[in-house]
């Protein structure tokens, strides 16, 4: 057997057999140890000793090149085994869960957006919006929004809050109890004891006074302002169109001493009763005119507030939850004089004692009137009183599956005054779909993201946000390091025609992709028509809920809505009804699910990427914005002996951080979770930073030098300088230098931190 292998193996590389080694044991007689002897077959044959020498010289030149054929075969199987090892270990960097055997990848549009997954299939961006969509299409928006609707009601003619009402902590129940059913991951609430303001037992009153102790009463409104100063009040009335600070610089008749009326719309109730309480005005009546507010029935009851802020205006910058123990305290946003709304049928009746037609670039009704009439005079008395209450915000997670610990927020507020179907139903069934929409994906169609969602109902949102805002209150020094991006379901839906965004500015970029993504429902268009909409942009108001999130918390927060170009009539009268929602916008369910996508693309593209789709880049436009408006004050800030060299500076450092960030970002390896994070970490505290750290959260709430209010902000400043030049008696010269001072280190530190480690930051200081 072993001369036939010596023989096959000697034949394979074309040569005779070559002598093989044979291996013996054998013990010796005398006990020693056992040793091996080695032979040569070829000695063992019986040759003589010339014929052996020539035999072994032959064999010993067969042996060389046997070693040499047995050396390229080991070299050959080395190589292969090492070739192996690294390309399954290329393989299983690059593609973890791929097969290796595919050496060539299937070929990827470059337009298509890939989303990395750590299942067994890739998901593609088109993949997810198919899956998405797919799961908008099962859904019934329309019914929802009824459902919720009716499940608010009160009694028909009751005009009162729904916060801390009975139907209020159902109706929270009811989604907490929504919300287990599509098994999220976690579902709880948590509960606040917040003071507003109602009706008092003792109605209140607007009154003509035609001299002293006589007159007749105009109306006792059933709607009502609240937080308006209790008291009662009488003087001359003015009319002062909306309300806003130009509209007050245009009038011809000083308000000081007098009650102002003024038009609903353009600002908020607060701000308008701030503009006047800023020139002595002594009350303010606010009405809805027909112009913009076309409503058959003139007399149709309005609602507000006129807190200038967001939260319980009696814990300002602290948490409402039970047993806290604070020393009195108010807002400072808090009106000093009171405030009323009226019927447009009182308004005109007011106008009867007026005169003065109102200007033609007004566009108001015939029947408005700036000034009441020689000897006769308004006496508005508000009988409002404060109740605490106690309101749940009701919660549930959908948990990332790399990133937990980092979120995205997606709220709706619950209550309204009145029947909200607009203010609060649509919001609220637009969140409960959505839920519902997102655990389908995530439970059974395989939708893995990255990041975590939760879901989040608030109450008391009427009054000023509070729901949210004291929940941002309550978890202040946390939540900015998890929650990266809020987006705002209020409202969502008061037409047809156009789409409108406010928004951080880094989510502007996201908001486009999105904007090119999803089409009209109506017309079949691309939401994404006009290249020069992020310069239309409106600034968040003080009624938003998404307000808090940005200009008080430092997190990036989106709003929109589809809607036309007037305002929807009915928000805050209790004309927001199912029906008449139905009648305003027919193609309710289409317009929901268009508002639900809008939603949903955005909360996918911001949990599903590796990196965060927040464009920080942005916010170099806006300080090159406000730098060019600051040099335009060159000359004054030159005769004050200030320069702006470390506000350029500033600027430049800013830009060198987001540059280098940038590099960064493409420098790295995506797979690499530790810097993605890292990176991704710096992304966050972009917004954050913006805060000035240089003022108190309870002195001064929104702190946001672009988007908050108070001398702090880039905007106080300029209206200072220009103050300087129209009225230099009122201009401030230290606060100047310290406006000045304070946003430039704002800007640097925002700049700092953006670079990273200390090592990191380049700047001239």
């Known amino acids: 057997m072993m001369d036939q292998a010596r023989s096959a193996f000697s034949n394979l590389f074309g040569g005779e057999p070559l002598s093989y080694t044979r291996f013996s044991l054998a013990r010796q007689i005398d006990g020693d140890n056992s040793h091996v002897e080695m032979k040569l077959a070829a000695d063992e044959e019986d040759v003589d000793n010339n014929t ?8 010993k030149s067969k042996r060389f090149n046997g070693f040499i054929c047995y050396g390229t075969i080991a070299v050959i199987i080395f190589f292969l085994i090492g070739f192996m090892i690294g390309y399954l270990g290329y393989c299983k960097r690059v593609e973890p869960k791929a097969e290796c055997e595919k050496t060539e990848s299937p070929e990827i549009d470059e337009t298509e957006e890939y989303f990395p997954e750590e299942g067994p299939s890739r998901l593609f961006w088109t993949d997810l919006k198919t899956m998405l969509s797919d799961n908008l299409n099962t859904a019934e928006f329309t ?165 200038l802020g967001t939260g319980d205006p009696y814990t300002p910058g602290f948490p409402s939850f039970n047993h806290t123990q604070f020393p009195p305290s108010q807002s400072s946003g808090l009106p000093n004089i009171p405030v009323q709304t009226i019927s447009r049928a009182g308004a005109e009746q007011l106008f009867e004692n007026m005169e003065g037609d109102c200007p033609p670039s007004w566009k108001t009704d015939t029947s408005c009137r700036l000034v009441t009439v020689q000897n006769k005079s308004v006496k508005l008395a508000v009988y409002n009183m404060l109740k605490e209450i106690r309101i749940f915000n009701v919660f549930g997670v959908i948990k990332g599956f790399e990133e937990p610990d980092r979120y995205v927020v997606v709220g709706a507020q619950r209550d309204a005054w009145g029947p909200g179907a607009v203010k609060s139903s649509v919001g609220t069934a637009l969140l409960l779909e959505l839920a519902q929409i997102f655990s389908n994906m995530v439970f059974k169609d395989g939708f893995k993201p990255s990041r975590s969602i939760v879901f989040a109902s608030w109450s008391a949102g009427d009054f000023g946000a509070i729901g949210a805002t004291e929940w941002l209150e309550g978890y202040l020094s946390s939540l900015h390091l998890k929650a990266f991006t ?55 108001s003080y009624d938003n809920a998404a307000f808090p999130f940005l200009a008080y918390s430092g997190i990036p927060a989106v709003s929109f809505c589809f809607c036309e170009d007037r305002d929807y009539p009915y928000l805050g009268t209790t004309m927001d ?138 905007s106080a400043l300029l209206e200072h300088l220009k103050l300087r030049r129209q009225n230099n008696g009122a201009f401030n010269d230290t606060l100047l230098r310290n406006q000045l001072a304070l946003a430039t280190w704002t800007i640097q530190g925002a700049a700092n931190a953006l670079s990273g480690d200390i090592w990191d930051i380049d700047n001239e200081f």
């Open 577 to 714: 009804t199912y029906d008449v929602l139905k009648r305003e916008v027919p193609e309710l369910e289409k317009m929901a699910r268009a508002a639900a996508e809008v939603a949903g693309q955005l909360m996918i593209k911001l949990t599903h990427d590796v990196e965060l789709n927040l464009n920080y880049d942005m916010y170099n436009e806006k300080i090159l914005a406000f730098v060019r408006d600051v040099n335009q004050f060159r000359t004054d800030i030159k005769e004050m002996g200030l320069n702006l060299q470390w506000l350029y500076s500033a600027r430049g450092d800013f830009f060198r951080a987001t540059s280098s960030l940038t590099t960064d970002y493409k420098n790295a390896e995506r797979t690499d979770r530790f810097v993605m994070r890292e990176i991704n970490d710096r992304i966050m505290k972009v917004e954050y930073h913006f805060l000035s750290p240089y003022v108190s959260p309870r002195d001064s709430p929104f702190r946001h030098i672009f988007w908050g209010s108070g001398s702090h902000t880039l």
């Open 143 to 307: 019914k929802t929004i009824s459902d919720i609707f009716f499940l608010q009601q009160l009694n028909e003619n009751s005009y009162v809050p729904r916060a801390g009402s009975q139907q209020d902590e159902s109706l929270a129940f009811y989604l907490e109890d929504q919300f287990r059913k599509l098994k999220l991951n976690k579902v709880w609430h948590d509960e606040h004891f917040v003071k507003i303001q109602v009706k008092g037992s003792t109605q209140n009153s607007v009154t003509v006074m035609n001299s002293p102790g006589s007159g007749f009463l105009v109306e006792n409104p059933r709607g009502y302002v609240a937080y308006s100063k209790a008291t009662t009040v009488t003087g001359k009335l003015v009319h002062a169109n909306f309300g806003t600070k130009q509209d007050f610089e245009g009038l011809s008749t000083p308000v000081n001493g007098s009650l102002v009326i003024v038009r609903a719309g353009k600002i908020t109730f607060a701000e308008k009763v701030a503009n006047a309480q800023s020139l002595n005005a002594i009350g303010v009546l606010i009405y809805m005119d027909n112009a913009k507010f076309p409503i058959i029935d003139a007399s149709v009851p309005v609602f507000g507030h006129a807190h």
């Open 52 to 59: 052996r020498g020539n035999c072994a010289h032959v064999a």
């Open 486 to 540: 809020y987006i705002n379901l209020d409202k969502a839906v008061l037409g047809t025609s156009n789409f409108k965004v406010s928004a951080s500015p880094l989510l502007y970029s996201l908001i486009e992709k999105t904007m090119k993504d999803v089409k009209h429902p109506v017309t079949g268009l691309s939401l994404y028509r006009d290249s020069n909409w992020i310069n239309k942009v409106e600034k968040l």
